[in-house]
């Protein structure tokens, strides 16, 4: 009669088998955390300089040459205005904390003024 079942030595091997392969999922746990949370960050400075970028194309012509904003007290916002002839280009800033350093992106854009 053939016999059924697993050995005891079997069971091990797949015992540590699985125990490795969770230790391995259980260390990149930590580094993904991570990159969502300044990911995270990184979605909140892109939305409040684009509403920025928004509102100061809005504005026209009659765009203020600089300025700055904190949003939350963890986003600074920052822009400047520059004609150049005919145009404005407009330049937004934002920094935000990513991890223990600060990130800096800058998003631009230029406009048409009548002459």
């Given at each position: 009669?053939?016999?059924?079942?697993?050995?005891?030595?079997?069971?091990l091997i797949a015992v540590t088998v699985l125990a490795v392969g969770i230790?391995?999922?259980?260390?990149?746990?930590?580094?993904v955390a991570r990159l969502v949370r300044w990911g995270g960050a990184e979605s909140v400075a892109a939305a409040a300089a684009t509403a920025q970028m928004e509102a100061l194309r809005a504005g026209g012509c009659d765009a203020p040459a600089a300025g700055e904003f904190v949003r939350g007290g963890r986003y600074r916002l920052e822009w400047t205005v520059e004609t150049q002839g005919a145009l404005r280009r407009i330049a937004v800033s934002a920094t935000y904390p990513r991890g223990t350093s600060a990130q800096r992106d800058v998003f631009e854009?230029?406009?048409?003024c009548p002459p």
């Open positions: 009669m053939p016999s059924r079942g697993f050995t005891l030595l079997e069971c230790l391995a999922l259980v260390s990149t746990a930590a580094p854009t230029v406009i048409a």
